[in-house]
């Protein structure tokens, strides 16, 4: 792997290499070897095809996308709202026919060159005004995208008066394309925007005796009602989710849980940190990728509650659902064993999916995110050592206090730590991986070609982008977050599905066919037959 990497380094400009070196990394072998540093979160080098979206498409697309019962209002050209228009497969359930659900409908102000000239804060106005005549939603909030930012409209105080004229909940988030290097600079944002202006909203006590919330699970292809599903029948109440099959209701009331589990760290542990900050609420990482990792993540709950009837209740619905996740997983077994896999997804899939990669028995031989910091790839012990450069600065760092009437200590330090578990940390991705295996942090489009070349993965896992040339390359091909129209992949079922996708595409003679006859025998042949 050495070799591949230095001769994939050979043929970049010097800076462009020595740049790449530092996010390119072969695991090193070896019992007891440290994590190696790796580069992440910087700027990509221009013109080297990223997987990579923009800051956005993080704050709009990813965290508030799949919440149905706010208008979001994108402040921008016609093309970036479409971009927000569903393309992320966030499903959603109202819970009757007549609860609001804007998710269908894609709200812009279809800036036009007079906005960008004379400024769009009027035309942003009246959107805000149409949206409410035509839906009288509870709560609106607007995004700003790149040409709003360099014109200067200033979405906030638009915000504030429409809120003072309308008497609903109406604000906005300052996150221009251009902000950040990374979709992640728009998680951050967002993750701020609501702990500001909805968390905390609705003090009532909802749900029973463990309540919890969700963070980080966004409901692609229908996982959130696996996670829901099982949640339930183990006596776990669900208090909001962020942000899959979420309402803006949810989240006001978020703070009355006791628990917040973090499932994708990378865009949301903010929250979680804030929270505990100013409501006293502990969180811990878990993972309902993959179904030995559910199994442990719903016992880590238990563990959490301290109580017998829960916990027993846990090992119940365990006990229930892994004879068919077992059966499914030994018919699936013999026909993955041994195949390699590789996987390069946003900030934190291409650690969860190898969970169900190796219940298939299958090796991971290369994985990276696009936008992920430090702390995804080397563990949360690094964060102090995260040196912060400008663009960090850029995006806000709120400071938040106690809150004087609302903060609630649910256990001591001592408590929480008396049982074992461990609170407010995840490892990083570099320690699971195999020794001799390539973690690689923005990948380009160029290395992804010479991975394929040098490594014949039997599935790649990747995105929209990166889709059609791995699989012209003739190896099968995987969509992490879309899940190619399948799924969900969460939870029990979910492992279910997934072990039958990957043995159906890991076993299809179709990939062998894709390099027409003409490419591999250019002559043509004949014989002569004498009459
Ligand atoms: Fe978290 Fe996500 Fe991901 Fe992400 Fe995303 Fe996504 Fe993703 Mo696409 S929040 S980091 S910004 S798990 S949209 S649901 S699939 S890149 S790995
Ligand atoms: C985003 C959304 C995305 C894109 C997926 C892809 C998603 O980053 O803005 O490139 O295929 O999951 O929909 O990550």
Redesign the pocket.
Same mark, same amino acid.
């Given at each position: 792997l050495d070799k591949v990497r230095s001769e994939i380094l050979s043929k970049y400009p010097t800076k462009v290499a020595r740049k790449r070196a530092k996010q390119i990394l072969v695991k090193p072998g070896g019992a007891g070897t440290d994590i190696p540093e790796i580069g992440a979160n910087v700027r990509t080098v221009p013109g080297i095809l990223t997987q990579r979206g923009c800051c956005y498409a +993080?704050c709009k +697309? !990813?965290i508030l996308g799949p919440t149905r019962d706010v208008i979001n209002i994108v402040h921008g050209p016609i093309g970036c709202g479409f971009y927000a228009w569903l393309t /992320?497969r966030n499903q959603t359930r109202p819970a009757s026919d007549d609860s609001p659900n804007y998710m269908p409908y894609c709200f812009s102000t279809d800036m036009q060159d007079e906005n960008i000239v004379f400024g769009g804060e009027k035309k942003l106005k009246q959107a805000i005004q149409e949206a409410y005549d035509i839906f009288h939603p509870q709560t609106i909030s607007v995004f700003s995208t790149c040409p709003v930012g360099l014109i200067g409209d200033d979405i906030h105080s638009v915000c504030r008066e429409m809120k003072e004229t309308l008497g609903i909940n109406i604000f906005g988030f300052s996150c221009e394309g251009y902000k950040g290097v990374s979709?992640s600079a728009g998680?951050h944002i967002a993750n701020n925007g609501i702990f500001q202006h909805v968390v905390g909203l609705d003090d009532t006590i909802r749900g029973g005796e463990f309540r919890i919330n969700l963070l +980080?699970e @966004?409901n692609?292809g229908g996982d959130a009602f696996e996670i829901e599903r099982i949640l339930d029948e183990c006596g776990i109440s669900l208090i909001s989710t962020f942000s899959g099959n979420s309402t803006m209701e949810q989240f006001a009331n978020s703070h009355t849980a006791d628990l917040n589990v973090v499932m994708?760290h /990378?865009?949301i542990t903010y929250m979680a940190e804030m929270m505990e900050k100013k409501y006293g609420m502990p969180w811990i990482k878990i993972n309902f990728i993959g179904a030995r990792a559910t199994a442990q993540s719903l016992r880590k709950i238990a563990q959490y509650f301290e109580d017998d009837s829960l916990t027993a209740r846990v090992e119940e619905v365990i006990a229930r659902e892994m004879p068919a996740v077992n059966e499914a997983m030994e018919a699936n077994r013999p026909l993955c064993e041994g195949k390699l896999a590789m996987l390069f !997804?946003?900030?934190? /899939?291409?650690h969860h999916y190898q969970e169900l990669f190796s219940e298939l028995g299958m090796k991971t031989m290369a994985a990276g @995110?696009?936008?992920?910091h430090r702390d995804d790839y080397e563990g949360r012990q690094v964060l102090s050592s995260i040196k912060v450069d400008a663009d960090s600065r850029n995006i806000e760092e709120l400071s938040v206090e106690q809150d004087p009437d609302k903060y609630r200590l649910r256990k001591t330090e001592e408590e929480l730590t008396s049982t074992g578990q461990i609170y407010r940390e995840y490892d990083g991705l570099i320690a699971d991986m195999k020794p001799n295996t390539f973690v690689i942090d923005d990948i380009s489009q160029y290395e992804t070609e010479k991975l394929i070349e040098a490594i014949k993965p039997d599935v790649f896992c990747a995105?929209i982008k990166e889709k059609y040339i791995i699989q012209k390359s003739g190896v099968p091909m995987k969509q992490?977050?879309s899940y190619d129209y399948g799924g969900p992949y969460a939870g029990f079922k979910g492992a279910i599905n997934f072990y039958r996708e990957i043995a159906r595409m890991t076993n299809s003679k179709v990939w062998s066919y894709v390099k027409a006859p003409w490419e591999k025998e250019p002559e043509l042949t004949a014989t002569y037959a004498a009459a």
């Open positions: +993080g +697309g !990813v /992320r979709q998680h +980080g @966004y692609i994708c /990378r865009s !997804v946003g900030g934190s /899939r291409a @995110y696009e936008f992920a995105g992490l977050h």
